[in-house]
Structure formats: C-alpha cells, structure tokens
Nanobody
Framework: QLQASGGGLVQPGGSLRLSCVFSGSNLDFYHIGWFRQAPGKEREGVSVINRPGFNTRYADSVKGRFTISRDNAKNTVYLQMNDLRPEDTAVYYC????????????????????WGQGSQVTVSS
C-alpha cells in the first residue's frame, strides 16, 4: 500500500510538501498519481508523473502552484503545494497507475490502484 504524509493545517498562501512511499515495493516500477477528496465531493485527480519522472500533468485548478516530483532512489514521490487556498482543503492520496508500461497523462482515478491512507490538508485562517 502507498502511504501519503506531510499534510497539516496551513494558512492561505502557505506551502506544504506531501510525500508518498510504497511499502514493500519499488516505486520506480509505477507511474504515480496524486488525488484529493474534499467532504461531500468526488475524488479529484491533482497530478501524475511517469516512472522516470520527466512527464507530468496537472489539474487546471493547481497548475502553476503545485509541483510533482519523484526520487526513485528514496522510493518517494512528492507533491509540493504552494500558494494554498481554502478550496485545496481535502484528504490527499497517492496511487499507482494500473498500466505500468504505457504512459498516459490521465487523471482518472479509475485507472489507478494501491490506494492507501491519505493525508489531510486543511487551508484556513
């Protein structure tokens, strides 16, 4: 299972960095996605990154503010979140893309699995 961490309470305009670790497996076998789910809303794709780390995609709502990256030597994928807004408040999850061979910049949660515990991000003054 994947484990997301690094969330917390931050004021609007602040920053957080989330980390995603895959226990028991090599993360570099997988394309990885970050997703979020706010109370009463559907799970939303935030960003994806391919296995080597040079292809990425962002949801329009976070483009220019969030940056996805990975360090395969540390078996970790990161989501740097800057200029946070109250509407970014959600539980953030990472997941592996089922198709490990073919890269696709999809943000469709149905294409991902190995969902683990998420990390709560709350943006509030």
């Amino acid at each position: 299972q994947l484990q997301a961490s690094g969330g917390g309470l931050v004021q609007p305009g602040g920053s957080l960095r989330l980390s995603c670790v895959f226990s028991g497996s090599n993360l570099d076998f997988y394309h990885i996605g970050w997703f979020r789910q706010a109370p009463g809303k559907e799970r939303e794709g935030v960003s994806v990154i391919n296995r080597p780390g040079f292809n990425t995609r962002y949801a329009d709502s976070v483009k220019g503010r969030f940056t996805i990256s990975r360090d395969n030597a540390k078996n970790t994928v990161y989501l740097q979140m800057n200029d946070l807004r109250p509407e970014d408040t959600a539980v953030y999850y990472c997941a592996t893309r089922r198709n490990r061979v073919v890269w696709s910049a999809t943000l469709d949660a149905a294409q991902f699995d190995n969902w683990g515990q998420g990390s709560q991000v709350t943006v509030s003054s």
